[in-house]
């Protein structure tokens, strides 16, 4: 084949390219987010493979793209009224040439197969950018929290775990947290590990609660980590966020540490939203409402304009992208900020755009915020706080040690720099300068296919 010469055009490479990206779409025709993913990642590696054909010669694209596992499975459970439910449970195990599977449990009634492996692949790169020896994984199973009692919840997570726990161990495949599971899941999950195995395992799952092996600030850490990586955009361009007018979609996990950590550095954050639709408050929103009302009471953010008549509550979340701001954070959810989004976003004057949730952006919002020169922050560099912190989990669990608040957030600081640098260095060498996509996906994905190539075929 002419693509394994010493040199490759451009139009060789793109071939190479376009011939797997087919071979994706067509072996499964319905994963338009998973086709999604790997197009944005082949996009950006595309100048990596015009200068080292070896990643041709080693077929890495059409290795990589193929899970190393895919495990579905039936997940029956009883509600409060004595019925069976059955759901469908996920774990895909994707690539663990760099460490064991690492990455997220998603519960949302939306969670198929297309949802699972765009989440897995993904994390395949944003765990390599962290510097920890993690591998890419994702699981979840297509049940809706939403309205269940706390024993449903619990039935329900015994019963998935009863068949995850087939699959998964310390040194196997570490799950942790995602879109509707927290602490409390994790605890349910955690407990009936323990009791399959009969044996303390603390490093099987990560997000766990501090009484048995959970790590301080990793609660925090994604949020936080979000923040960190803004900062160092900004200070990049000699500013900081203090009095900027900032937009965080969602009110989970992410949204919530988010707006603490930029409210903290003096930000004012206007403006946060569930799935029902989001609140606009212009003298800042109040941080303890949003905890009680959506950590604390499992409400909705409707609520919070009961209680403040400062705000405003506006029915569809998507609305959200029409206020005015200097920094827009999409914490929520994928493909919730699209082009027309994008489009009024860039009119109102939006500087920042820094991917908290996971491909929040559609591929023309990406296009549009790269011309009108957004910078723009991709989430497998700034959501990479998370699995950073759950990998001290890790370690602090093998050590039999636990850090402080402090220990674990400067370590978080250090590393969310050093992918900030990794990215713009990355994306320098390459010719794409300013380019965060470019250089997140490059710095990833180098660094999976030489551990690959090292480790010959498998
Ligand atoms: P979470 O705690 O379950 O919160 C999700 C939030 O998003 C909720 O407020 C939810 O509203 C809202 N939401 C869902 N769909 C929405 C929509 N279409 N429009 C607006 N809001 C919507 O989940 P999370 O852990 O914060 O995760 C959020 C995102 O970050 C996901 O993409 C996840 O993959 C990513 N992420 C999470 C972590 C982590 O450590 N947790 C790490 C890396 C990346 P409702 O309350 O109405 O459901």
Redesign the pocket.
């Given at each position: 084949m002419s693509l394994l010469t010493e040199t490759n055009t451009s139009v060789e490479v793109q071939n190479y390219i376009d011939s797997v990206f087919n071979k994706v779409k067509e072996k499964d025709p319905n994963q338009e987010e998973f086709h999604q993913a790997v197009y944005v990642i082949f996009k950006s590696i595309k100048p990596v493979l015009v200068k080292n054909p070896h990643y041709i010669h080693h077929n890495i694209l059409e290795r990589i793209v193929e899970p190393e596992r895919l495990i579905t499975f039936r997940v029956p459970w009883v509600d409060d009224q004595g019925n069976i439910q059955v759901n469908r449970g996920y774990r895909v195990q994707f690539n663990s040439a760099i460490g064991p599977y690492k990455g997220?449990l998603?519960f949302?009634p939306s969670v198929n197969t297309s949802i699972i492996k765009f989440?897995g692949f993904e994390q395949i790169f944003?765990n390599a950018l962290t510097g920890q020896p993690i591998g890419g994984g994702k699981g979840g199973a297509d049940f809706d929290p939403?309205g269940k009692s706390d024993g449903e919840i619990m039935r329900f997570c015994q019963s998935y775990m009863m068949e995850l726990a087939n699959h998964i161990g310390p040194d196997t495949d570490v799950p942790?947290?995602?879109?509707?599971?927290?602490a409390r899941e994790i605890g349910y999950m955690f407990g009936q590990y323990k009791k399959i195995k009969r044996s303390f395992e603390a490093g099987v799952l990560t997000?766990k609660g501090l009484l048995y092996g959970g790590s301080l600030a990793r609660k925090e850490?994604?949020?936080y980590g979000a923040i960190y990586f803004v900062k160092e955009m900004l200070n990049d361009q000699g500013q900081s966020i203090a009095g900027k007018n900032v937009v965080i979609?969602?009110?989970?996990?992410?949204?919530?540490y988010a707006i603490e950590k930029a409210m903290e550095l003096g930000a004012n954050v206007i403006a946060c939203?569930?799935?029902?639709g989001?609140i606009y408050d212009p003298d800042g929103i109040n941080l303890d409402t949003v905890k009680q009302l959506?950590e604390v009471q499992?409400r909705?953010?409707s609520e919070y304009a009961l209680i403040h008549p400062s705000a405003t509550y506006m029915e569809g979340?998507?609305g959200?992208w029409s206020i005015p701001c200097d920094i827009a954070l999409p914490?929520?959810?994928?493909n919730?900020l699209d082009g027309k989004a994008a489009k009024t976003l860039v009119e109102n004057g939006v500087k920042i755009v820094a991917e908290?949730?996971?491909?929040?952006s559609t591929a023309d919002a990406i296009a549009l915020f790269l011309e009108s020169n957004i910078l723009f922050g991709p989430?497998k560099a700034v959501?990479?706080?998370?699995?950073a912190v759950?990998a001290l989990e890790m370690g602090q669990n093998s050590s039999r040690m636990a850090w402080t608040f402090e220990e674990v957030d400067k370590k978080l600081q250090q590393i969310m720099k050093d992918i900030y640098q990794n990215s713009v260095q990355a994306a320098e060498a390459y010719h794409k300068p300013g380019n965060l996509i470019s250089g997140a996906s490059i710095a990833g994905f180098t660094k999976v296919a030489d551990a690959m190539i090292e480790q010959g075929v498998i």
């Open positions: 997220g998603r949302h989440l944003k939403k942790a947290g995602d879109i509707g599971v927290g997000g850490a994604t949020g979609s969602g009110s989970g996990n992410v949204s919530i939203s569930d799935s029902g989001y959506k499992r909705r953010i979340s998507s959200i914490c929520a959810t994928q919730e908290g949730a996971n491909m929040p989430a959501n990479a706080g998370g699995v759950s």
